[in-house]
């Protein structure tokens, strides 16, 4: 066990923190609260600078425009990417978990196709997973694709699609073969939301934003030359891809969540309570004390995953205890923040007493859908019973 | 950058679990239990033995000179194995101060014989306060002599000497000396037994000053929290075997989720606590700026989590969780006893505050 860095590791500190200091843009802050359409021009072009840097997808093998970066070395880049307060990336999907599957299942000819442009992010990518009757149990989807001569021909509905607005290309899961038990029917398909029969809608979130669109097939036509990994082994491609999602995400976020500590330690030495500054209130110190500890515990939960699956080689089903400890703490961290703002709390963005232009109030609307999105809590707890601890299936 | 054991660390792990499990069984924790003082010289003997008594220590007082994370590893297998007796008290507790605050020729009298395995010891802090705060203390020496009462002062009644803290420094008093009344104090887990010690006008000596207790304060810390983590693993392990095979309504109760998303929450806690306290142990020893809050950060987590998980763990058991002759007892009830050790979880909390909040430097240590 060390913790210090390698000597690899900190070259690749000190060229990634040499270069985010010379290429990081300046005037990020007056877009970071703008809404994600306006913005995501500006996520895209700052992408594109990442990725001409080499720096858009560290965790790619190397002939695919990364640079096979180790896990650890990945946890550098979220720390170093937070510490220099940089925009995220636009293709956040095809970088973080389509690429990587593409990468893994791929055809030559496919990869060829896909993966520079996901780099680029000239084509952005969305993921058609979820359906309206399929959300925990994802194997029983009923989007269904027929073979039509050399086309597949798609027909259903999907929704929850993140990126499904701004989407060039679309990882969707159908059922290709509807008379075999439901894992083993699945296909994977690349779509392009281009084609003919593809109605996209947003899905208006109680936030009041539309993060997410319902996705409508109607005799969608994809070349069978689309069919990512073997027709009818789409569970394993689908998992592998949520795999990366339970695995890497949590790292990101630990950009948002240190930023949210220190502006609530920030906020409490403003904010009088009974005369004296929050912050030197016994009550509040415990709450923002438990949080801070909370979050350092994600980071190194997350670190100690990331050697286990370096001595593995795959991310594993431990990996849902990454994903329980940072969605139900990101509500325990709102929580305190509505606590500590008291009634601001509830002013949302526009109106001109909103502490930190309704942040907050976003965000302790926005952490109710953590514990549902990218497989529920109690589905997480599922996949640790029986999965981790070898106790039998419960469903 | 690796967060995983390497092959020595494994080994000393592995090592250490089947020596705790050969020498010190369920069977031979609960007649100990029964015992005035959980203490076995023969088991004491052979720990010596293996090196577990100096195993932090220099090697010029006979110890091993391993660092914090092999302390906390072995620290975690006899928590799993709910080892009785003062090893824990002698060597991360009193052993720790001594290297710590000690002179060389004190260290050579006391700590080598900590490391041979001929000596035990304790540190008495507590008194009627029972504060974890070292400016609470009121105790004084006067003319090289302390009077006063110390509480909670584990396995006393074995200790050869101890590590006695007062007002005005830290002293090594023989626990032959002239005025000491050494008393036991019924408390819940049996394992460890707690004493009040009496002083009148009782010789010591005065090994440095209290301010230098605060790295040993933190060893002896991060150790508890190593040990609640073992406890907590074998918590999680005998409930998990339990709800395989207990059946109700024809099922295995671990088919229930009502059951088995509390086994989860267990894993997600003993695993949580573990990263907190491995990570302390290695900022402990390479000194890192954020060593204390590591440690508090650690302690704060499992004082609360070791108890969480001993509920669940007797939850999912039913009606036998609730007996005498089931084991679980025995890790929730020492369970209590470290959390309220070296500080609780408010008490670590408002800690974090000080050195985060007060600090004014919110950014966190980063990779």
Redesign the interface.
């Known amino acids: 066990m060390d913790l210090n860095l390698n000597a690899e590791e900190r070259q690749f500190r000190d060229e990634l923190r040499a270069w985010l200091a010379a290429n990081v843009p300046r005037d990020w802050a007056e877009w970071r609260e703008k809404p994600l359409e306006e913005a995501f021009p500006y996520l895209r072009a700052w992408q594109r600078r990442l990725h001409e840097g080499r720096w858009a997808a560290v965790s790619w093998p190397k002939e695919y425009g990364g640079r096979s970066a180790t896990l650890m070395q990945q946890a550098i880049f979220w720390e170093e990417m937070a510490r220099a307060q940089a925009p995220s990336m636009a293709n956040s999907l095809g970088l973080g978990l389509i690429g990587p599957t593409i990468i893994a299942y791929g055809s030559t000819a496919q990869k060829q196709r896909f993966i520079p442009k996901i780099l680029s992010a000239e084509e952005i990518w969305c993921q058609g997973f979820s359906e309206p009757n399929a959300g925990s149990d994802l194997a029983s989807l009923q989007t269904e694709a027929r073979l039509d001569g050399d086309h597949y021909v798609v027909n259903g509905q999907k929704v929850w699609t993140s990126y499904g607005w701004v989407g060039d290309w679309c990882e969707l899961v159908v059922r290709t073969d509807p008379n075999v038990p439901k894992h083993k029917g699945l296909t994977v398909l690349l779509v392009d939301m281009r084609s003919a029969g593809i109605d996209v809608r947003p899905l208006r979130q109680m936030t009041g934003e539309s993060e997410f669109n319902e996705l409508f097939f109607r005799d969608v036509r994809v070349p069978a030359e689309n069919v990512l990994g073997q027709l009818n082994d789409g569970w394993n491609v689908a998992v592998s891809t949520l795999m990366y999602e339970r695995g890497s995400y949590g790292a990101r976020l630990h950009l948002l969540f240190k930023r949210n500590i220190d502006r609530l330690i920030e906020i409490a030495r403003t904010v009088q309570t009974c005369g004296h500054s929050a912050a030197s209130d016994p009550l509040v110190r415990q709450k923002l004390a438990q949080c801070y500890a909370e979050i350092e515990i994600m980071r190194l939960n997350q670190l100690r995953a990331f050697s286990r699956i370096t001595a593995t080689g795959v991310p594993g089903p431990e990996g849902s205890i990454l994903k329980i400890f940072w969605s139900e703490l990101n509500q325990r961290v709102q929580q305190v923040a509505q606590e500590l703002l008291g009634s601001y709390g509830q002013l949302m963005s526009g109106d001109r007493r909103a502490v930190d232009n309704g942040l907050w109030s976003y965000g302790y609307l926005r952490t109710r859908g953590n514990t549902i999105e990218a497989g529920t809590s109690e589905v997480q707890r599922n996949i640790i019973g029986h999965f981790v601890l070898g106790l039998p299936r419960s469903y | 950058?690796?967060?995983?054991?390497?092959e020595s660390?494994r080994l000393l792990k592995d090592n250490a679990r089947k020596f705790f499990e050969n020498e010190c069984p369920m069977e031979e924790v609960r007649r100990l239990m029964e015992t005035d003082t959980a203490y076995d010289e023969a088991l004491w003997a052979k720990m010596a033995e293996q090196g577990y008594t100096g195993i932090i220590f220099p090697e010029e007082y006979g110890g091993v000179g391993l660092g914090k994370?092999e302390l906390i590893l072995l620290m975690e297998e006899a928590g799993r194995a709910l080892l009785p007796g003062p090893l824990f008290s002698t060597v991360a507790f009193a052993g720790s101060a001594l290297d710590a605050i000690a002179t060389p020729d004190q260290k050579k009298r006391y700590l080598t014989r900590i490391c041979s395995g001929e000596a035990r010891s304790t540190l008495a802090i507590l008194e009627d306060g029972a504060s974890w705060n070292l400016t609470d203390i009121r105790m004084a020496s006067a003319n090289g002599k302390l009077t006063g009462e110390k509480l909670f002062v584990p396995d006393a009644m074995v200790a050869d000497f101890m590590i006695v803290v007062a007002r005005d420094g830290v002293f090594a008093v023989d626990a032959k000396a002239a005025g000491i009344d050494i008393q036991p104090m019924e408390a819940m887990d049996r394992t460890r037994k707690l004493y009040s010690v009496r002083f009148s006008s009782t010789p010591a000596e005065k090994l440095g000053n209290a301010a230098g207790l605060a790295r040993p304060f933190d060893v002896a810390a991060a150790a508890v929290v190593a040990e609640m983590v073992g406890g907590m693993q074998r918590t999680l392990d005998i409930t998990?075997e339990y709800?395989?095979m207990r059946k109700q309504f024809g099922?295995?109760i671990?088919?229930?989720?009502a059951v088995?998303?509390q086994?989860?929450?267990m894993?997600?806690e003993t695993?949580?606590a573990?990263?907190?306290v491995?990570?302390a142990a290695?900022a402990l020893e390479?000194n890192t700026p954020d060593a204390a809050?590591?440690v508090?950060?650690a302690k704060?987590?499992a004082s609360d989590a070791g108890r969480t998980v001993g509920g669940r763990g007797i939850q999912i058991h039913g009606g036998m969780g609730f007996t005498w002759e089931n084991d679980l007892h025995l890790y929730y009830k020492r369970a209590k006893a470290s959390e309220t050790a070296f500080g609780d979880s408010?008490w670590?909390?408002?800690r974090?505050?000080r050195l985060?909040?007060?600090a004014g430097t919110?950014?966190?240590q980063?990779?």
């Open positions: 950058m690796e967060f995983g054991l390497s660390q994370v998990v709800a395989k099922k295995p671990g088919m229930f989720q088995q998303h086994c989860a929450d894993y997600l695993e949580s573990r990263s907190a491995y990570y290695w390479e809050v590591a508090s950060i704060m987590y408010t670590h909390r408002e974090i505050a985060v909040i007060d919110a950014s966190m980063s990779a």
